[in-house]
């Protein structure tokens, strides 16, 4: 199983960028390894992660926003603490369906 936490997503980005471990989590979750992530590593899962700067602070040195490609939708955790107007922003980011997750939910592929 990979595990990645939570955190600020760009943040996680930039130092998987750095590392240039994201070729090697989606190659060994292809190899039907458990990816599980929380928060930041939930989010980490999509294909880009540009959206989320309408939401968290982008003060970290990234490459690109491209996330791991594992899901072809946005998710935005923590749905419970936004506000309306946010969320609808997301929302009409673009033309992906967004996943919204509450502290008490899950989602879950195979």
């Known amino acids: 199983m990979i595990y ?3 955190g ?3 943040k996680l980005l930039s130092q998987a960028q750095k590392c240039n471990i994201n070729q090697w989590i989606v190659g060994m979750v ?12 939930a989010d980490f ?4 992660l540009e959206y989320l ?11 690109n926003c491209n ?5 072809k939708e946005k998710v935005l ?4 603490q936004r506000d309306m107007a946010t ?14 997750l509450r502290n008490d939910e899950i989602y879950a592929i195979r």
């Open 4 to 6: 990645v936490p939570g």
């Open 67 to 71: 996330g791991l490609g594992l899901i």
């Open 45 to 48: 899962a999509c294909e880009n």
């Open 30 to 41: 292809m190899q039907n390894t458990i990816y599980f992530g929380i928060s930041s590593g």
């Open 8 to 10: 600020n997503p760009f």
């Open 53 to 63: 700067k309408l939401v968290d602070e982008c003060n970290f040195e990234i490459e």
């Open 77 to 80: 955790c923590h749905v419970d």
């Open 87 to 100: 969320l609808q922003q997301v929302k009409d980011y673009d033309e992906r369906k967004t996943i919204f």
